[in-house]
């Protein structure tokens, strides 16, 4: 689930497979929750449908569906847009809204090919769409931001993505989240990677952590089905840990 929308997961270290090319399959990003620090490329998009699951003692969140859209503008920026159509069950109590948007500019500073690593830094904002929307607890008031540094170095076959970076909110102290995703090329149409990632405030024992793995499946030259699935490690006072979470969605490149 998104960082900035409820009480979702964050802290993480991630590695997953080497960068190709800004068209290559993608390390982080999804259907992980760690980002990687590639583009799309000049004028080029990538466009993700998912349906995702989040579910925790008492209730289930959906994001049926969850659009992320990414437009490259020239070879080292992305624009992101992300919006999600939420519903939570929990037992007798089903609702559903339009969940915040989540806009964002990637810079990608450093290239491995050159300095032996690739560096990004992508700035994100959440703007609440829908009043209605925090009043059902789908989402939480207020503007929120996320402000992480992506790195990514190649180790042979196998290459890891680091995310790390504050989350800040309008009346709540600062969080910190990060990520870590290791993964490799199965075959010339599927890599896979494992992540770990989580959320926490100064007091790492109010750390909401998970476990994660996917892939991703190249179909054709325009499409790659996107998998993974995952479970908790560690909740907060508030929250219990995760019992699962789920991603199945398509990329379209254009």
């Given at each position: 689930m998104g960082r900035l929308r409820g009480p979702s997961l964050r802290l993480a270290v991630f590695a997953i497979l080497e960068l190709v090319s800004a068209r290559a399959l993608a390390q982080g990003g999804p259907p992980m929750v760690t980002d990687d620090p590639g583009t799309p490329g000049n004028h080029n998009w990538e466009i993700n449908v998912a349906l995702a699951l989040e579910s925790r003692t008492g209730e289930h969140l959906f994001e049926t569906p969850l659009v992320d859209a990414n437009y490259g503008l020239g070879d080292r920026i992305q624009l992101k847009v992300e919006v999600p159509w939420l519903v939570r069950d929990a037992g007798d109590d089903t609702v559903g809204g339009l969940g915040s948007a989540l806009l964002g500019v990637k810079y990608r500073f450093l290239d491995e090919s050159v300095s032996g690593v690739s560096m990004a830094f992508y700035p994100q904002v959440e703007v609440g769409l829908l009043d209605s929307s925090a009043e059902n607890g789908l989402v939480e008031s207020g503007t929120g931001a996320i402000l992480p540094i992506i790195a990514?170095?190649?180790?042979?076959?196998?290459?890891?993505?680091?995310?790390?970076g504050p989350v800040v909110r309008s009346g709540s102290k600062p969080r910190w989240f990060g990520g870590l995703v290791l993964g490799g090329d199965i075959s010339a149409e599927l890599n896979v990677a494992v992540e770990v990632f989580a959320e926490t405030s100064s007091q790492f024992s109010n750390t909401d952590a998970a476990f994660n793995a996917g892939g991703r499946w190249r179909m054709g030259a325009h499409s790659v089905l996107l998998f993974s699935a995952g479970t908790g490690v560690h909740g907060t006072d508030v929250h219990s840990a995760a019992k699962a979470l789920a991603y199945l969605g398509v990329q379209i490149l254009l």
């Open positions: 990514q170095r190649s180790f042979g076959p196998v290459s890891a993505d680091v995310e790390l």
